[in-house]
């Protein structure tokens, strides 16, 4: 089992940039793959960007592909989501998760564990 915390949320302005990070606690972090998800007020969640257990393969959604970067350090336990040029649509709750399948999913089903979540606000 793996406990999450999300970290890194806050308020800035159109164009600017934030780092979220994710810290996991337990066992087997490294063999995890990890997904970042965001639910915008009255809107379902939904996927933004995942990272397999080597960090040899990525994905992301199409609204924040070239924005957005996902990374991890094994060492550390800790997932990142390096987040550029944001939008006011980027406003949102930011999850972590992380998926024991083995294999890259962009659909929440397949993640077990979630962390509460982060605050990200983008002002226009």
């Known amino acids: 089992q793996v406990q999450l915390v999300e970290s890194g949320g806050g308020l800035v302005q159109a164009g600017g940039s934030l780092r979220l990070s994710c810290a996991a606690s337990?066992?087997?972090?490294?063999?995890?793959?990890m997904g970042w998800f965001r639910q915008a007020v009255g809107k379902e969640r939904e996927f933004v960007a995942a990272l397999n257990q080597n960090s040899r393969s990525t994905y992301y959604a199409d609204s924040v592909k070239g924005r957005f970067t996902i990374s991890r350090d094994n060492a550390k336990n800790l997932v990142y989501l390096q987040m550029n040029s944001l939008k006011p649509e980027d406003t949102a709750v930011y999850y972590c998760a992380a998926s024991d399948t083995g294999v890259l999913l962009t659909t929440s089903h397949g993640y077990r564990y979630w962390g509460q979540g982060t605050q990200v606000t983008v002002s226009s």
């Open positions: 337990g066992r087997g972090f490294s063999s995890y793959a």
